[in-house]
């Protein structure tokens, strides 16, 4: 009898842990009922980028569409020739960094999300929330953090 409840107590634990780990790594609820997520993919809460730094030539920028920077966890868009606007490149349904900026939208692979270049609202679901706007500046041919 003690060998099969050992064995027991170790499968039960074992599943546990693996359940455990498999949620954690899923994100969790995900219902999306507009309770803010307090971490992104990558532990930080902020964007990285410095103020001040240079993101990009205005030239990189294609007007109608944008630029995804990654390491910042940025989105910058030219809606219009000679306006920019910068956006959280975490979507704001599970905190997937996006992915690309075409017609119009910047859109997320993970479950389809897509977002106004203009202004980051929501065009498609499943999120329900904007992105968040960020700041950035520009001087002369430069766009850099606010």
Known sequence: MTH???????LLATGATGAAALVAACG???DDNGAESTSSPT????????AGRVLAD?????VGGGKIFKDEEVV???PEQGRFKAFSAICTHQRCLVSTVSD????CACHGSKFQIADGAVSQGPATRPLPAEQITVEGNAIRMA
Request: glycine share 16%.
């Open 4 to 10: 099969e409840t050992t064995r027991r107590t170790v």
């Open 28 to 30: 969790g609820g995900g």
């Open 43 to 50: 532990g930080q809460d902020a964007t990285s980028a410095p």
């Open 58 to 62: 205005i030239d990189e920028i294609p």
């Open 76 to 78: 910058v868009t030219q």
């Open 104 to 107: 119009g939208t910047i859109n």
